[in-house]
């Protein structure tokens, strides 16, 4: 800091200006400057290049709820480092610093509310957590929702972002892919819908599982989706794939999603669908 900021900063009288960072965000697909107002306004993507950038619980509940109706739903408790797992960090020290910049428990929450006058219990998972990995928060998480979705006889709708399985919990992360497979069929066997929206990235073992398992799937624009990385399965068929292979347009093309969504769309989208499926409209 040059002698003249901090002279200007100790004079009290003087405002201090907002930052650049208050005023601006930076697309990560275009890479240009929008305000941050306009950005957030736009729910969240880009206005130039419509590049739909990740987010968390908070907003994704805000954006599609009907006002005032969600509730959020309690997350169970889990033992928080069941192998006592340390990298070059402690996985103790890791959740810390995840819950600190995030302001959530874990990668995944859960809330009920009204889409558009649909009931229904939502479950988002959240990259900044620890790229929204899946361990036995997370497991435990989505199977509480859908067993209160259950509870309600409403439509689960579960929102993915993820890496895949959290390494720090081996193969007790491994083990919430039945468990969430299992609570699947429950839904399926009340006639329930479980409608699973995929948001960039979802990948790895949360593809392997409850990701790709939906009655419906829809898939927000340019979300990348796959189980492993391009490279290494050019590495592993020796072959060059097409480009874009793993995002959500390719995906549709060849059939393993349903529809590409826009964001401003999908609050309609989702209340349509469950329109569609819902066996009944319930009051809860």
């Given at each position: 800091m040059s002698w003249l900021n901090r002279v200007r900063n100790s004079i009290p009288f003087i405002a201090k200006r907002e930052s650049e960072d208050n005023l601006?965000?930076?697309?990560?697909?275009?890479?240009?400057?929008?305000?941050?107002?306009?950005?957030?306004?736009?729910?969240?993507?880009?206005?130039?290049?419509?590049?739909?950038?990740?987010?968390?619980?908070?907003?994704?509940?805000?954006?599609?709820?009907?006002?005032?109706?969600?509730?959020?739903?309690?997350?169970?408790?889990v033992p928080e480092d069941p192998l006592k797992f340390r990298d070059s960090k402690k996985y103790a020290e890791r959740?810390?610093?995840?819950?600190?910049?995030?302001?959530?428990?874990?990668?995944?929450?859960?809330?009920?509310?009204?889409?558009?006058?649909?009931?229904?219990?939502?479950?988002?998972?959240?990259?900044?957590?620890?790229?929204?990995?899946?361990?036995?928060?997370?497991g435990e998480a989505f199977v509480a929702a859908a067993e209160d979705a259950l509870k309600r006889k409403c439509a689960f709708i579960a929102f993915t972002a993820a890496g895949g399985?959290?390494?720090?919990?081996?193969?007790?992360?491994?083990?919430?892919?039945?468990?969430?497979?299992?609570?699947?069929?429950?839904?399926?066997?009340?006639?329930?819908?479980?409608?699973?929206?995929?948001?960039?990235?979802t990948t790895g073992g949360v593809t392997a599982s409850y990701a790709m398992l939906g009655d419906v799937h829809i898939a927000e624009p340019g979300a990348l989706i796959g189980f492993a990385g391009q490279r290494v399965i050019e590495q592993t068929i020796r072959e060059k794939l097409?480009?874009?292979?793993?995002?959500?347009?390719?995906?549709l093309d060849h059939g393993m999603v349903d529809m590409v969504t826009h964001r401003k769309d999908l609050r309609e989208r989702l209340a349509q669908v469950i329109g569609y499926l819902a066996p009944v409209k319930v009051a809860a």
């Open positions: 601006w965000h930076k697309c990560k697909g275009c890479h240009n400057l929008v305000f941050l107002k306009e950005w957030e306004d736009n729910l969240c993507v880009c206005p130039r290049c419509d590049h739909h950038d990740r987010i968390g619980a908070t907003v994704r509940f805000a954006q599609l709820f009907d006002d005032g109706s969600v509730t959020a739903l309690p997350m169970p408790k959740l810390k610093i995840a819950r600190a910049t995030t302001g959530d428990s874990d990668a995944l929450q859960a809330g009920f509310g009204r889409i558009d006058g649909q009931p229904a219990v939502v479950a988002v998972q959240d990259f900044a957590f620890m790229g929204g990995s899946m361990g036995l928060a997370v399985a959290r390494m720090q919990e081996g193969i007790l992360s491994l083990m919430q892919m039945p468990r969430s497979t299992v609570a699947i069929q429950r839904l399926r066997r009340a006639s329930l819908p479980y409608i699973v929206v995929l948001t960039d990235p097409p480009d874009g292979f793993q995002r959500a347009e390719y995906l």
